[in-house]
């Protein structure tokens, strides 16, 4: 199968595209499931209306998400295809810079896929990844579908999970389950996106590398340091602030109707 | 491969989803390329933050939609795979109701796919199907990509042509190469939207019904009624409005900023 839509460098969505032939790729090698591409589809609109930057509110939001999972005492990195196939590195160095240990946790528990998911983070760097195979012997009961499979030392004992990208069904689980949820997620009405503690409206290809030098630099600062910036940290504000940047947008949109014409690209 | 989410009717996003495995189902079956479940999301979201309703702006673009597609001398229906995976017996009788030739047009022309497509609207009840395997021997050359290879009986000739669902490229091309292009897209800003001569913006699964009873409605009216209801629609001010509706939803949604809570659902 290829699906290379040979695009010229000039083209005006040519950075979209070629994440999508990376996620496209990462269908044939069994990270990601079909599931997986319509769901970054959504991303990819949200991201559009967002601006497609980091916005000031984005940022805060990383900091504080880098303090509460320095602050766990057993933190999990929850990692399924999308987040595998954009940022495998990126969750390596988080999990290096946090201690917090990796999980392959996935919705669709297709045969191979754990293990594919497994091998694009070994070859990023990971040492260790919970979740594969055998490995997930215990139930969240909270959480419904294949998910609730988890690992006893991982998200099962875990106080915070960060679950990047991750469905409703599944955060709403955790959260019932009493665990602090982080999470990257570019829709801020999205369940996730309002079930979690820290969200982080942003791409996740932008915002990980963002989050990975923000706990670098926090990792060496105190408890109460780290207490301060979650305390002060309004994941309520975070979404409003996300919605009101995306209607501000609309809003300059909207007053022209139409802002490009055939014959200016 | 089989991706079924086990979605209960109580799911809150248990008709996106259904949509969803069908879509996936078509994957497998060659409808759909990939790139397909992207794109899919992308409109997901949109309808998302439209209020996954037809607006009353949306229902005029659709009458003038159907006026211009009945005043075509030469009309024809482009058919990708998504839209021949949603709603196929539309497009036939979309096609029966105004005399538009449907024909099958592919970013991605893989081997198979312009056949299960054709395969696909034949079951639907299409007697013709143009622009399959050797029959698409015009090139236009304003369309990059391989969807410059179209039908001389069909888009070549065509002085309207429908294309829901459609990438920016293949409208552009179209525009310039002096057609009137009638489209069904939900995101009010893409290119395709921004190019067309009327943009329906609404999600084609509940656009093409309504079109097609407007097709049916207004094909016994004269061409000077047909002609007064395209003159007096505004495409700038369709989008306009689509965007407006969506601004305003999440204002409405940002003053909340969290507006449903894990144990409400």
Redesign the interface.
């Known amino acids: 199968?290829s699906?290379k839509?040979?695009v010229s460098k000039k083209h005006?969505?040519a950075e979209s595209i070629k994440i999508?032939e990376r996620?496209?790729r990462n269908?044939e090698t069994n990270v990601l499931?079909?599931?997986g591409?319509?769901?970054?589809?959504?991303?990819?609109?949200?991201d559009?209306?967002l601006g497609e930057e980091t916005t000031p509110s984005a940022f805060k939001a990383i900091t504080a998400a880098a303090a509460t999972i320095l602050l766990a005492e057993r933190p999990v990195l929850s990692v399924n295809g999308n987040v595998a196939a954009l940022c495998a590195e990126e969750l390596v160095e988080l999990s290096k810079a946090t201690g917090a240990k990796l999980e392959v946790n996935l919705?669709?528990r297709?045969s191979g896929r754990e293990e594919a998911i497994e091998g694009v983070l070994r070859e990023a760097g990971a040492d260790e990844v919970l979740g594969v195979g055998g490995s997930a012997t215990a139930r969240i009961d909270e959480v419904f579908?294949d998910r609730r499979r988890v690992d006893p030392r991982g998200i099962y004992a875990a106080d915070v999970v960060f679950v990047p990208l991750e469905d409703?069904?599944r955060t709403?689980g955790l959260?019932?389950a009493g665990k602090r949820v982080v999470t990257v997620d570019l829709?801020?009405?999205s369940?996730t996106a309002?079930?979690a503690s820290v969200t982080i409206v942003d791409n996740v290809v932008r915002a990980l590398p963002l989050l990975v030098s923000e706990a670098e630099r926090l990792k060496g600062s105190g408890r109460v340091e780290l207490q301060g910036i979650v305390d002060e940290f309004d994941?309520?504000?975070?979404?409003?602030?996300a919605?009101?940047v995306?209607?501000k947008r609309?809003?300059t949109?909207?007053?022209?109707?139409?802002?490009?014409?055939?014959?200016d690209?």
């Open positions: 199968m699906e839509p040979h005006p969505r999508r996620l496209t269908v499931a079909l599931a591409l319509i769901a970054h589809g959504r991303g990819e609109a949200f559009y209306i919705f669709h297709l579908s409703g069904d709403e959260v019932r829709n801020p009405m369940r309002q079930f994941n309520r504000e975070a979404l409003s602030d919605m009101t995306m209607e609309l809003h949109l909207a007053e022209k109707g139409i802002f490009i014409e055939p014959y690209v």
